[in-house]
T-cell receptor, first 111, second 112 residues
Framework: DSGVTQTPKHLITATGQRVTLRCSPR?????VYWYQQSLDQGLQFLIQ???????AKGNILERFSAQQFPDLHSELNLSSLELGDSALYFC??????????FGEGSRLTVL | TQLLEQSPQFLSIQEGENLTVYCNSS?????LQWYRQEPGEGPVLLVTVVTGGEVKKLKRLTFQFGDARKDSSLHITAAQPGDTGLYLC????????????FGQGTRLTINP
């Protein structure tokens, strides 16, 4: 158990819909990272927050957005979903040594 | 374009054999990490290497960072079925970088 909690574990929805993925980092960790993992592209960095503020941005589509709340949990919002958005979405938090601790992921299937 | 190229992408060998997985780049990294991911779980950190030429051992796993800090290898001795999983390398371009770049992974299967 990494200490990072992600919900939901599985989500099936239709094209054009909007979903929200939730992440609670490890106790004491201020950073939250979001990654997308698909079969053909490995782990792609989406976005990072630190103590409520956006710190780094990767290949995140404009249809996607994220935020980190005062209690440090984070949400990743995916809208106007397309078939190609089907993937595993991982959240990770980072400790003072730089180690990333990943949650179990949210598997999104867009039909 | 993948910044970190892992090879092979798939490897299936018999229990007891040795294997090496490679992680290569044309870019220099301040540090490189290796993760292992099992089905239904997130990646778990195995090791971090930060110095060119550095070698770290974790039981039967040996990790090496290239002298020029552009590549790394993972060598497993006497592989066991429990070593089965997806092995990912990830690099930080600058020290303390917020963003880790991941390779596409090597899916390893050890057959009993």
């Amino acid at each position: 158990d990494s200490g990072v909690t992600q919900t939901p574990k599985h989500l099936i929805t239709a094209t054009g819909q909007r979903v929200t993925l939730r992440c609670s980092p490890r106790s004491g960790d201020l950073s939250v990272y979001w990654y997308q993992q698909s079969l053909d592209q490995g782990l792609q960095f989406l976005i990072q927050y630190y103590n409520g503020e956006e710190r780094a941005k990767g290949n995140i589509l404009e249809r996607f957005s994220a935020q980190q709340f005062p209690d440090l949990h984070s949400e990743l919002n995916l809208s106007s979903l397309e078939l190609g958005d089907s993937a595993l979405y991982f959240c990770a938090s980072r400790d003072g040594t730089g180690e990333l601790f990943f949650g179990e992921g949210s598997r999104l299937t867009v039909l | 374009t993948q910044l970190l190229e892992q090879s092979p992408q798939f490897l299936s060998i018999q229990e007891g054999e040795n294997l090496t997985v490679y992680c290569n780049s044309s870019s220099v990294f301040s540090s490189l990490q290796w993760y292992r991911q099992e089905p239904g779980e997130g990646p778990v950190l195995l090791v971090t290497v930060v110095t060119g030429g550095e070698v770290k051992k974790l039981k039967r796993l040996t990790f090496q960072f290239g002298d020029a800090r552009k590549d790394s290898s993972l060598h497993i001795t006497a592989a066991q079925p429990g070593d089965t999983g997806l092995y990912l390398c990830a690099g930080a371009r600058v020290q303390g970088a917020q963003k880790l770049v991941f390779g596409q992974g090597t899916r390893l299967t050890i057959n009993p």
